[in-house]
C-alpha cells in the first residue's frame, strides 16, 4: 500500500518524498516534530499536538507557514487518501533550504506530514512490559522544545537495548527525568508523580491526559523529582508515550520492579485514556 | 558556475542534490560532518580532518562507507572538476535511510561532500574582528563529537547577532569554553590558553595547529579552563576555526577587550599559520 506524504502543500508517495541536502533540518537539526497517533483512522489528540508544535516552533524562531486551523485541515485531506485504520501521523517543520550558514536564513521553512499504518494497539491485560536502563542525562537543556536533534537520545536508546533493556531512562545526579523517547510515571501510595516539565522534559501528550486523569483512580497528580531509588521501588512504575500509551516498567538496569505485573492502578489510568480515545476517534 | 557534489559515489550539480526525507540526518540529527578549507585549490590539513571524521563516527557508532584513504581521492577528483582556486569542502556522513525508529537500523550510511567558492582571505593585516556575547551553555555534553546536531549553536550565534555580536562563547558556571563554531584562545603574559578539548569543547584543528606553533613566537601552550574575567581581560584575545584562521576579538558583551587592534603575537601565530598554509597548498 502506498504511503503518503504531504510536503510543501504537495501530496506524493512517500518513498518518492526528499529534501534538499542543503535543508537546515538536515545540515543543523535545525527543526521540530510531532507525532500523533491514529485510531479508527481519526487523529487524537491532534490539537494538543499542533499547540505544542507551535510551542516549539516558537522556542526556536521558527514561524510555521500556516495556521493550526489550516494544518489540521490539510492533514485531514491526507488522512482520507491514506484510508488506514490504525496508525500515526509524524509531522516536521524545518527553517528551510538556505546555502549552509548557522545565521537564520530569510527562507521559506519546510514542512510535511506523512502517515503511516501501526498494528493496532492490543488489549490492556496484553501490553507489553517494557525495561528500562539509566542514562546519565547527557542531552541539551531545552528538552521542552521537541526538536529533531535527537542524536542523544538516539544514542542513549540503544545503549540501552545493547545492554538488555528496551528503553533509556536518563538521570541526573540523583533524580531520574523522563526515557529516550517517553515520560516515566511511578505511584507512590496515593500520588502519581512525575517529573515537572522543563529543560529536560518534554511535555508529553499523553503525560499531560495522564496527569488529568489521576484523580478519577483516587489519586494525587504530582510533578516534582523524582530520585531513582524512588523509582526503582514505587508501587507501580510506567511510561507514556503517544505511540505506546502506558508501557509498565518489568525491569530497572536488569532487576525486576514492584509489582512484577500490570500494575492495577496504572490498568485503571490505562482503561481510562482508552475510553476517552475511543470517544474521541469514535 | 555548477556546484558539485559526491553523494553516494555520485557526482551531480549540487542544486540537485537531495536525500530522502527519512534519512536519519534529517529525522535524528544522526550525522557527523566536517568543513576542509581550500587554498590555491588544495584542500588544508585533510589527513587531521579526515581523522577526526573518523573518531566523530566513532563516538556515534556510524562506519563510515569507504577509508580515509579512499574518501582523500574523491575529494581529489571532485576538486579537479570543480577546479576552485579559494573555497571549503562540506562533507557529511550519516546513518543512512530508514523507516523513522531510534534504534540503530541495518542500513548504508549516506556520504556526501561538495566544494564552494569562498573569498580569498584577507591580508593579516586586513582580518575583521569579531564581537563575541556570551550565552550559557546549553549544549550537549559530547561536543568533542562534531555532529550535525547543531540546533543549539544556531540558537547560540543568532541570539548573539541578536545583541549586537558577531558570534557567541558559551559559559558554564565562570568559565568560557569555545564559540557557537570557533574556538577560542587568550594570551595572558608568556602563555596561549585555551580549554581543553572534551564534554564542551571540539577539537579543533586550527586550535591544534596554533597549539603547535605557540613555542615558535616564544608562548607557551596551556590547556585549562579559562575564567570569564581572565578572557574579558587577556592581553590577546581570538577564535580560531577552519574557514576563519584566526580572528581577533574586540568586543566581550559589547565592552571592547585588550589591545584593540589585532594583537603583535596574535598576529605572529597567524603569519607562522599562513605560511604553513601556503608551504603545504602550494
Known amino acids: 500500500m502506498t504511503e503518503w506524504i504531504w510536503i510543501n502543500g504537495e501530496v506524493i508517495p512517500l518513498s518518492e518524498a526528499t529534501v534538499s541536502i542543503e535543508d537546515r533540518g538536515f545540515q543543523f537539526a535545525d527543526g521540530v516534530y510531532e507525532v500523533i497517533r491514529l485510531y479508527n ?3 487524537f489528540t491532534l490539537d494538543q499536538h499542533l499547540a505544542r508544535l507551535e510551542r516549539s516552533a516558537r522556542g526556536i524562531e521558527i514561524v510555521p507557514p500556516m495556521s493550526a486551523t489550516q494544518l489540521k485541515s490539510e492533514i485531514g485531506k ?3 487518501r ?4 490504525d496508525g500515526m501521523i ?3 517543520l524545518t527553517r528551510g533550504v538556505a546555502p549552509r550558514n548557522h545565521i537564520f536564513p530569510q527562507t521559506k521553512p ?4 506523512y502517515a503511516r499504518e501501526l498494528p493496532p494497539m492490543p488489549e490492556i491485560d496484553r501490553c507489553e512490559p517494557v525495561k528500562l536502563r539509566t542514562v546519565v542525562d547527557e542531552r541539551w537543556k531545552r528538552c521542552w522544545v521537541k526538536s529533531i536533534a535527537l542524536l542523544p537520545n538516539v544514542l542513549a536508546k540503544n ?6 533493556a528496551d528503553e533509556a531512562v536518563f538521570t541526573e545526579y540523583d533524580c531520574v527525568t523522563e526515557c529516550s523517547a517517553s515520560n516515566l510515571f511511578a505511584i507512590i501510595g496515593k500520588e502519581l508523580i512525575t517529573h515537572p516539565v522543563g529543560p529536560k522534559v518534554l511535555p508529553g501528550i499523553t503525560r499531560m491526559l495522564l496527569l488529568d486523569i489521576a484523580a478519577a483512580v483516587g489519586l494525587k497528580p504530582v510533578e516534582r523529582p523524582l530520585t531513582e ?9 510506567f511510561i507514556t508515550s503517544t505511540t505506546r500509551e502506558i508501557a509498565w516498567v518489568s525491569h530497572w ?3 525486576p520492579v514492584s509489582p512484577g505485573h500490570y500494575g492495577e492502578k496504572s490498568k485503571k489510568l490505562h482503561a481510562i485514556l482508552r475510553d476517552k480515545i475511543a470517544r474521541e476517534t469514535a
Chains 1, 2 share one sequence.
Open 41 to 43: 483512522g481519526r487523529p
Open 78 to 80: 491526507l488522512l482520507s
Open 82 to 85: 491514506a484510508s488506514l485504520h
Open 90 to 92: 509524524y509531522l516536521q
Open 110 to 113: 519546510t514542512l510535511l506530514f
Open 159 to 164: 545503549y540501552a537495548i545493547t545492554n538488555g
Open 229 to 237: 531509588s524512588e523509582a526503582e521501588t514505587a508501587d507501580e512504575l
Open 253 to 255: 538496569n536488569g532487576k
